[in-house]
């Protein structure tokens, strides 16, 4: 059953004032700047525990709040941030599929080479030495396909999934509120 509009998702950070949410030690403007660690992790965290398609509203309650109203400006960063951190996750992707493919090629050539080394001592095969050496080789051969067998069948996709939630997250509507509660 195909959905047509994918649930949304609330996630809300409080804060004392807007500079927590961006990296200190990031001298660009604000709309450049790269999120807090702590509140990048935050944000993450949450979404990442929702189903790929979600789409979020993000919400930022301030205890102080700026003279101007700065709520295209988070909403700048954040979509800045995450676009960035989606494009970052589909490179890694392209990176890790091009390792499996070569890892794939190398390991089909020494399989090839191995299982044609073990059916060549099939037919000398009279110790047990020799017959040890042969199911050495036919495992040794597959041995070396675990690895491009681990990135098509179970490293690319958690990537994926990365990248369209950072999508959805860069998607997000995003909200600065004044927090009642910790106003001062």
């Known amino acids: 059953m195909i959905r047509a509009h994918a649930e949304t998702h609330q996630i809300e950070l409080r804060l004392n004032e807007l500079s927590q949410l961006f990296n ?68 890694m992707v392209t990176v890790l599929l091009k390792e499996g493919r070569t890892s794939l090629m190398i390991g089909l050539a020494f399989l090839s080479a191995c299982l044609l080394a073990a059916d060549l001592l099939t037919t000398l095969a009279q110790g047990t030495f020799l017959k040890i050496l042969r199911e050495g080789l036919t495992i040794g051969g597959w041995v070396a396909m675990w690895r491009p067998m681990q990135i098509f069948l179970y490293e690319w996709w958690p990537l994926m999934r990365r990248s369209r939630i950072y999508h959805n997250l860069a998607a997000a509507h995003v909200r600065v509120l004044q927090d009642e509660k910790r106003a001062g």
């Not at 709040?65 to 589909?90: G, W």
Request: charged fraction near 30%; proline fraction near 7%.
């Open 24 to 91: 200190s030690m990031d001298p660009t403007p604000f709309h450049n700047k790269d999120l807090d660690r702590d509140a990048e992790e935050f944000i993450e965290s949450w979404a990442l525990e929702f189903p790929q398609g979600s789409r979020f509203r993000i919400t930022v309650h301030l205890a102080r709040m700026p003279a101007e109203d700065p709520t295209q400006m988070v909403c700048d960063a954040i979509r800045n941030y995450f676009t960035y951190k989606a494009h970052l996750s589909r490179r």
